[in-house]
């Protein structure tokens, strides 16, 4: 099976960087994804790791270490409009198709 | 080009009740998968149809059971509802194969 784990909740102001973490377990491993959801809408695609390193997009960028099981999301120049729970997803390499198995999610709250 | 699309947006029935949620998939996308989230946690898969069948599914009872339809539309039937079914039931939708899903706007059912 697989396990995911990320914090419930955090807090940052404006302007500034956060760090959201993400450790996984995994019979088998085919790629991490980041969603970044907004209360009562849809999960967004944010971004998608299979290699170790780093992936940068504008003001967000996600990094990968497959042998520690262990993902960030980075924020940058946080926005007020960034307040949103931030989905960390793991892809099971046994799985067919595009089965995701999600983390509970990390509440962001941006501060004035 | 309309992305993924769910109907309706908002349900109310009642305990031992059945329902049906429906699920357009993006342009170009063969392949649905459902997934039920609770307020305030991650999203859990439910089941993935491909070319018209379940090609996988989740730790989720019988009484959860799914279509697709030659157009690769999806419809999700839930039978016998309880009170814990009470979620927001989301679709994805991908391309054979690839890796990023992207999701519907959820339908709200709420079970009384």
């Known amino acids: 099976g697989q396990n995911i784990d990320q914090p419930t909740e955090m807090t940052a102001t404006e302007g500034a960087i956060v760090q959201i973490n993400c450790t996984y377990q995994?019979?088998?491993?085919?790629?991490l994804f980041w969603y970044q959801q907004h209360a009562g809408e849809a999960p967004t695609f944010l971004s998608y790791?299979?290699?170790?390193g780093l992936e940068e997009k504008g003001r967000f960028s996600s990094f990968l270490s497959r042998s520690k099981g262990y993902s960030y999301l980075l924020l940058k120049e946080l926005q007020m409009k960034d307040s949103a729970s931030y989905l960390c997803?793991?892809?099971?390499?046994?799985?067919?198709?595009?089965?995701?198995?999600f983390g509970g999610g990390t509440r962001v709250l941006v501060k004035p | 080009d309309a992305g993924v699309t769910q109907s309706p947006t908002h349900l109310i029935k009642t305990r031992g009740q059945q329902v049906t949620l429906r699920c357009s998939p993006k342009?170009?996308?063969?392949?649905v998968s459902w997934y039920q989230q609770a307020l305030g946690q991650g999203p859990q898969f439910i089941f993935q149809y491909y070319e018209e069948e379940e090609r996988q599914r989740g730790n989720f009872p019988d009484r959860f059971s799914g279509h697709q339809f030659p157009n690769y539309s999806s419809e999700l039937n839930v039978n016998a509802l309880l009170l814990g079914d009470s979620a927001l039931y989301l679709c994805?939708?991908?391309?054979?194969?690839?890796?990023?899903?992207?999701f519907g706007q959820g339908t709200r059912l709420t079970v009384v």
């Open positions: 790791n299979v290699l170790d």
């Open positions: 342009s170009g996308h063969d392949t």
């Open positions: 994805a939708s991908s391309p054979g194969g690839g890796a990023e899903a992207f």
């Open positions: 995994t019979s088998g491993f085919n790629g």
């Open positions: 997803a793991v892809r099971d390499r046994k799985a067919a198709g595009n089965k995701l198995t």
